[in-house]
């Protein structure tokens, strides 16, 4: 009886987790922008201002397969990432939702404490041009 009820409870909670990751991934995209290597940048749910801090998503669209420092090889990259505003420069912490390669294959999925490489040239160099269209927000 109970390993029918966790079983149960499992595939609730998968499916709420299932729910929320096809709603961002339908969320109102802008395009802010190209890196130099031709890497699509967007933004999406741009939050308010708040002590200087400001968080929205942050959508990566690699032009080649790219091996980043947390392992895999992305095509696609998705984090909820928080911005200094007042520095211009984003939080070195990332959430990331999800990336996926070029099959479409959820490669990570994971919370983090600390990254100071995200966004960072060696993941794309896309921080500064999101982070110019994230503080640049009026509301």
Same mark, same amino acid.
């Given at each position: 009886?109970?390993?029918?009820?966790?079983?149960?409870?499992?595939?609730?909670?998968?499916?709420?987790?299932?729910? $929320?990751? %096809? @709603?961002?991934?339908? &969320?109102? =995209?802008?395009?802010?922008?190209?890196?130099?290597?031709?890497?699509? #940048? +967007?933004?999406?749910?741009?939050?308010?201002?708040?002590?200087?801090?400001?968080?929205?998503?942050?959508?990566?669209?690699?032009?080649?397969?790219?091996?980043?420092?947390?392992?895999?090889?992305?095509?696609?990259?998705?984090?909820?990432?928080?911005?200094?505003?007042? $520095?211009? %420069? @984003?939080?070195?912490? &990332?959430? =990331?939702?999800?990336?996926?390669?070029?099959?479409?294959?959820?490669? #990570? +999925?994971?919370?983090?404490?600390?990254?100071?490489?995200?966004?960072?040239?060696?993941?794309?160099?896309?921080?500064?041009?999101?982070?110019?269209?994230?503080?640049?927000?009026?509301?």
């Amino acid at each position: 009886m109970k390993k029918g009820l966790l079983s149960l409870i499992g595939i609730v909670l998968a499916s709420v987790v299932l729910a $929320s990751l %096809v @709603a961002l991934a339908a &969320a109102d =995209w802008r395009q802010v922008g190209e890196t130099e290597a031709g890497h699509k #940048v +967007s933004v999406s749910s741009v939050g308010p201002l708040k002590n200087n801090l400001r968080t929205a998503l942050v959508k990566v669209e690699f032009k080649e397969p790219t091996r980043l420092p947390q392992g895999g090889t992305f095509v696609e990259l998705r984090a909820r990432v928080r911005f200094n505003c007042g $520095s211009g %420069v @984003a939080v070195p912490s &990332a959430e =990331w939702l999800y990336a996926r390669d070029r099959n479409g294959k959820l490669v #990570v +999925s994971k919370k983090t404490r600390r990254d100071d490489e995200f966004g960072q040239p060696s993941e794309g160099g896309f921080i500064e041009m999101a982070s110019k269209y994230v503080c640049g927000q009026s509301r």
